[in-house]
């Protein structure tokens, strides 16, 4: 007679075999490395680009017109059908559709951030400003290659291993360019700390020289004689017939002004975040330490328990709660202001910012992902995470306005009362439009990042 518990065991270990094994199922593993290059340069024209303005005795109002400098990650949809559909220029096209425009992007990308560190905000900020509107053009453009080459090389059964292989690795990618950067710059200067953030590069550039090019999917010939005719059913096919497709969702409209919403409260004041902490008293190595590291692993944690929630409870109700938390949380900013620089209050206020946030990003992606058909995967994801970064990249940019003239404690009891709009939106398409099973459904991002 079998021993139950014996075959339990047995059980559990083969679960645990085959848990290990997906990891190294093929294309699994360059996914670490391209979610490193892909996260590496969103902080060095984010948080720490902010860091630096706010040591030049930039006013608010400037440091928060750094939100706009990444306008490029909400509308990388409108020029993603030419680097998904047209030929790498020059001789990277020798490599593929996709190694060949993912070198030749990731090549002047390291070139733009190490020219972004020779400007000089001091005397020409402007300069600095249109270096980091470009290298936030190419970190998007990468992303739009990353993204296609993941869903083209890895095997479905795969597609959950390498999203949290590209995470772990996109996760690093921010610690290095946010604490990594803030502490370099300590010992060489900012030219220095943006210098050694474009060599780190090159590692995203060597693993697109190794890596394996994915098999072209067959496409269908063009219909139509001569080029206009063709061009038009090229749009069609790559453009309008993905926005065609989503637009048959039951409140379609509602769903994208939720998606633009969702994120509005923190957008606000995240972008404040840098000199909010600088005011307060706090050194460039105690922000490096507890929000890069710390909210590091907040968010992590964050993330886990959210998908354990989408899991448990279902997309709706995770996201309902995640929300309310996210919200909520942003008053943690106020308790921290009247909290005279206590460096107790730093950490709380990181660990539940963070934290949360990682929460309601699970729960979030999870919405979007159940948006999404298989048919046109890259395009209608691309234009959902799109629409959750433009709070960030538009309305982010009044931030500094808005806290110069309230003063820290209003400013950041405004930014939670701007996500109730978009709870309210939330809780009545929840129930007018419950997310279905049908859609895509990937396993949850736990990165967050990928959105904003």
């Given at each position: 007679m079998s021993d139950p518990a014996a075959s339990q065991t047995v059980s559990a270990a083969a679960r645990w075999r085959a848990l290990v094994a997906i990891y190294r199922a093929p294309g699994v593993p360059v996914m670490l490395f391209l979610g490193f290059a892909a996260g590496l340069p969103?902080?060095?024209?984010?948080?720490?680009?902010?860091?630096?303005?706010?040591?030049?005795?930039?006013?608010?109002?400037?440091i928060g017109l750094t939100a706009s400098v990444g306008i490029a990650y909400s509308f990388k949809f409108l020029w993603s059908p030419l680097?998904?559909?047209?030929?790498?220029?020059?001789?990277?096209?020798?490599?593929?559709?996709?190694?060949?425009?993912?070198?030749?992007?990731?090549?002047?990308?390291?070139?733009?951030?190490?020219?972004l560190g020779f400007s000089d905000p001091r005397a020409a900020i402007g300069m600095t400003f249109a270096i980091a509107v470009?290298?936030?053009?190419?970190?998007?453009?990468?992303?739009?290659?990353?993204?296609?080459?993941?869903?083209?090389?890895?095997?479905?059964?795969?597609?959950?291993?390498?999203?949290?292989?590209?995470?772990?690795?996109?996760?690093v990618a921010?610690?290095?360019?946010?604490?990594?950067?803030?502490?370099?710059?300590?010992?060489?200067?900012?030219?220095?700390?943006?210098?050694?953030?474009?060599?780190?590069m090159g590692?995203?550039?060597?693993?697109?020289?190794?890596?394996?090019?994915?098999?072209?999917?067959?496409?269908?010939?063009?219909?139509?004689?001569?080029?206009?005719?063709?061009?038009?059913?090229?749009?069609?096919?790559?453009?309008?017939?993905?926005?065609?497709?989503?637009?048959?969702?039951?409140g379609w409209i509602w769903i994208l002004l939720f998606v633009c919403l969702f994120k509005l409260g923190e957008a606000l004041a995240g972008t404040m975040t840098a000199p909010f902490y600088r005011s307060l008293g706090y050194s460039r190595?105690?922000?490096?330490?507890?929000?890069?590291?710390?909210?590091?692993?907040?968010?992590?944690?964050?993330?886990?328990?959210?998908?354990a929630l989408v899991a448990r409870l279902g997309?709706?109700?995770?996201?309902?709660?995640?929300?309310?938390?996210?919200m909520v949380s942003n008053l943690m900013y106020v308790a921290l202001a009247y909290g005279g620089g206590d460096i107790g209050m730093l950490w709380l206020q990181v660990g539940v910012e963070n934290f949360t946030d990682g929460l309601a990003d699970a729960a979030f992606v999870a919405y979007l992902s159940s948006l999404t058909r298989i048919a046109f995967t890259a395009t209608q994801y691309a234009l959902l995470s799109s629409l959750a970064t433009v709070p960030l990249r538009t309305l982010g940019a009044s931030s500094g306005w808005l806290a110069e003239s309230m003063g820290w404690p209003p400013f950041f009891l405004l930014t939670t009362a701007a996500a109730l709009p978009a709870m309210g939106l939330m809780l009545w398409l929840l129930r007018r439009f419950p997310p279905k099973a049908g859609g895509l459904a990937p396993p949850v991002d736990p990165g967050g990042g990928a959105i904003i």
């Open positions: 969103l902080p060095l024209t984010g948080f720490t680009l902010r860091q630096w303005l706010s040591e030049t005795e930039a006013t608010l109002a400037v680097l998904d559909r047209l030929r790498p220029p020059l001789g990277f096209a020798r490599l593929g559709r996709r190694r060949g425009w993912l070198l030749a992007i990731q090549i002047l990308l390291a070139v733009a951030i190490a020219a470009i290298v936030a053009y190419l970190s998007a453009s990468q992303d739009i290659v990353i993204d296609a080459y993941r869903i083209e090389r890895l095997a479905p059964e795969a597609q959950g291993a390498g999203l949290a292989a590209y995470i772990w690795g996109y996760r921010l610690l290095a360019g946010n604490a990594g950067a803030l502490m370099l710059a300590g010992l060489g200067g900012w030219g220095f700390s943006y210098l050694a953030m474009a060599a780190l590692i995203g550039i060597l693993c697109c020289v190794l890596m394996r090019e994915p098999p072209a999917p067959s496409e269908p010939a063009l219909e139509g004689e001569g080029p206009l005719a063709k061009a038009a059913a090229w749009v069609r096919r790559a453009v309008i017939e993905p926005l065609a497709d989503f637009a048959r969702h039951d190595e105690t922000v490096a330490g507890v929000s890069g590291v710390f909210g590091l692993v907040a968010t992590l944690a964050g993330v886990a328990v959210g998908g997309t709706a109700r995770a996201l309902i709660g995640t929300g309310i938390l996210q």
